[in-house]
């Protein structure tokens, strides 16, 4: 093997990590997040979650991606680290389907059609198919399907390089004398996790292995420990990611090393023990690269179905190593980690923003309470329902826009566009659930109260922001659009209410039934409302460009108030029936 066959597999496992790359992050989007969003939603069965990540794993292509997504999810409190040791289990059977197809690179037959499941000879129509979707279709998820293809044709073509380069190994007398050294099952486990460790990709690993096998001087017993070496390595990943995080997300790690080692252990032993009790006849015979990715799925199988019962007894030793500290950690909204795996960021952002509009809904509703009914705790819930908004919006914001420059699908893009357009809105809302507050603390400390006629007038306007605040956080929630069209004719009832308000207010200034120093109370609460019901009406346009895939609010208003529909004059008549003000 000269120095043109070690540039040779160089260049090919460059290919092959790029492939991957490409592969990995297409598949991701094509998902659009749909399964990364589950995870979230497992319960603590740890059945559910083997078979999720499994799936998710199988999805991707990439366990090391998995296993961020996790490290992510739990250091944001999204998920509970019980909920991952299955997930974690679940994705090292799910990673071994790379080794079977890498395996096709073995085969050897003059029947045509078994020929053409070789890679080197599928590969480039292959990717000729996945070039020309990827430049000529117009539509996103093609173009992520041509990727996916030529991805995976460019993995091919690593790995078909890399059998090239080892050939002359084959007889090669120095590389068989190097061999010798991997009769000691310690030497190979350290190798094979020191060097999947380095390239941080235990399919690399994989495939260099069944590349070399097919010189067929790598025995079963050099080869077996270096697989389970292997999935020791490919926590390298893990151990990185974990790096800032707070302590339950290391523990993610701790499991995840704890599983592989544990299960090497396990796996070696009764091994060796089946070899001094009965001898096994075919220890020192070449193995082939069908049969690596069949011990490397039987080793990930087994150790699960050992490990699988003692799940809890995983997370104690992961309590244990990473024992709780005195200190209280600082909470962490959203863990950038997640910007790896966009469709799971995007997914998670419109979490947090629910949870806004939810908390803003919350604030709203008890401001307008506490009005006529002042409640100290009440009051403090609302400061601290502001200050919870204030943060998310920062923290939203921020993360928003470092994931805008990722590669996102129209979908995610249109849903990250709405997000910033709406998580502000929401902000406000407590801003103006805090004054109200004000209004009543004010009003308490001054000895001011509002006459019997004002207090109607302020239930009938209240209880139309309670549905404009009902209606927006559903429809946005749920992105339905017929809801988010009943917004905007509510808004302008609550318009012609606060104004009917301001009117009578001042009728009741002339004749005396009110005191004038609630005059400019009764103009700051007036104001709030109706900043409160724009507010949510650009929430609710919001749902209804993204629907439609453009983000022109202002436009949309225009034209919605120049040329009203029969549903909007409809829904108009009906709020202005149900809410009317009552004649002094």
Known sequence: MNIFSICTMCGGLAFFLFGMSVMSQSLEKLAGGKLETTLKKMTSNPFKSLLLGAGITIAVQSSSAMTVMLVGLVNSGIMQLEQTVGVIMGSNIGTTLTAWLLSLTGIESDNVFISMLKPENFSPVVALVGIALYMMSKKKKRREIGAIMVGFSVLMNGMEMMKNSVAPLADDPKFRTMLTAFDNPLVSVVFGALFTGIIQS?????????????????????????????????????????????????????????????????????????????????????????EIAFIHSVFNIVTTMILLPFSQSLVKLANKIIPDGKDKEQAVWLDERLISSPPLAVSQC???????????????????????????????????????????????????????????????????????????????????????????????????????????????????????????????????????????????????????????????????????????????????????????????????????????????????????????????????????????
Do not use: W
């Not at 407590?430 to 507050?437: E, K, L, R, S, W």
């Not at 009543?440 to 302020?458: C, G, P, V």
């Open 202 to 290: 235990s399919a690399a690993s994989v495939g260099i292995l069944q590349a070399l096998s097919l010189t067929g001087a790598i025995s079963y017993r050099a080869a077996i420990p270096i697989i389970m070496g292997q999935n020791i390595g490919t926590c390298v990943t893990s151990l990185i990611s974990s790096i800032g995080v707070n302590k339950n997300a290391k523990r993610v790690t701790v499991v995840h090393m704890s599983f592989n080692i544990i299960g090497t252990v396990i796996c070696l032993t009764i091994f060796y023990a089946g070899q001094a009790l009965i001898g096994f006849a075919f220890i020192d015979n070449a193995i082939n690269p069908v």
């Open 350 to 584: 419109r979490e947090k923003a629910c949870e806004m509009s939810l908390t803003a809904k919350s604030a709203m509703q008890s401001a307008l309470k506490i009005l006529f009914e002042y409640d100290e705790k009440g009051a403090e819930k609302v400061e601290e329902q502001e200050q919870k908004l204030d943060a998310l919006d920062d923290n939203l914001a921020s993360f928003m826009l470092k994931l805008s420059t990722e590669s996102l699908s129209q979908s995610d893009s249109d849903t990250v566009s709405q997000l910033l357009h709406t998580i502000g809105d929401f902000e406000r809302i407590g801003d103006h659930a805090i004054n109200i507050v004000e209004i009543s603390q004010d009003m308490r400390e001054n000895d001011l109260s509002f006459s019997k006629e004002a207090i109607d007038d302020f239930v009938t306007l209240f209880a139309a922001l309670t549905e404009i605040s009902e209606l927006a956080d559903k429809a946005f929630v749920t992105n339905d659009t017929k809801l988010a069209e009943k917004v905007e004719p509510l808004e302008e009832v609550i318009d012609d209410l606060t104004a009917a308000i301001r009117s009578k207010h001042i009728e009741r200034l002339r004749s005396g039934k009110c005191r004038p120093e609630l005059g400019v109370t009764i103009s700051d609460l007036l104001i709030n409302c109706e900043r409160v019901s724009d507010h949510y009406s650009n929430i609710a346009v919001s749902v209804i460009e993204t629907a439609q895939s453009q983000m022109y609010n202002h436009s949309y208003l225009d034209a919605l108030k120049k040329k009203r529909s029969p549903v909007f004059i409809e829904s108009y008549g009906m709020f202005s029936r149900k809410y009317r003000l009552a004649k002094d």
